[in-house]
């Protein structure tokens, strides 16, 4: 059975600092590209940032380049997202996602795989 499985969530203050963390199982991932969304309250599911299987590609939404990195380690099959100098509209439940193809995309629909989110709350 394939599983994503996100941790890392939280609350933390304005200006903070998380890491999440996306474990894969079920199959081997170091071929897919993988991907982190969010989601806010009453907003669509959106695109943070993507890598692609070999680590050397990464995608970021113009909103949180600078502050976000994407990274995964295949050994482990685990892909991370850092979050720095963290900002309350960043507030949303994060998903990891896992495109066979191995090709980082930007859309929903790229992907084939889904974790069921971890909960990032942002306080001003």
């Known amino acids: 059975q394939v599983q994503l499985v996100e941790s890392g969530g939280g609350l933390v203050q304005a200006g903070g600092s998380l890491r999440l963390s996306c474990a894969a199982s079920?199959?081997?991932?170091?071929?897919?590209?993988m991907g982190w969304f969010r989601q806010a309250p009453g907003k669509e599911r959106e695109f943070v940032a993507a890598?692609?299987?070999?680590?050397?590609?990464?995608y970021y939404t113009d909103s949180v380049a600078g502050r976000f990195t994407i990274s995964r380690d295949n050994a482990k099959n685990t892909v991370y997202l850092q979050m720095n100098s963290l900002k309350p509209e960043d507030t949303a439940v994060y998903y990891c996602?896992?495109?066979?193809?191995?090709?980082?995309?930007?859309?929903?629909?790229?992907?084939?795989?889904w974790g069921q989110g971890t909960q990032v709350t942002v306080s001003s």
């Open positions: 996602a896992a495109a066979k193809d191995g090709v980082a995309g930007t859309a929903l629909l790229e992907y084939d795989y």
């Open positions: 079920g199959r081997t991932f170091s071929r897919d590209a």
């Open positions: 890598i692609n299987w070999s680590g050397g590609g990464t």
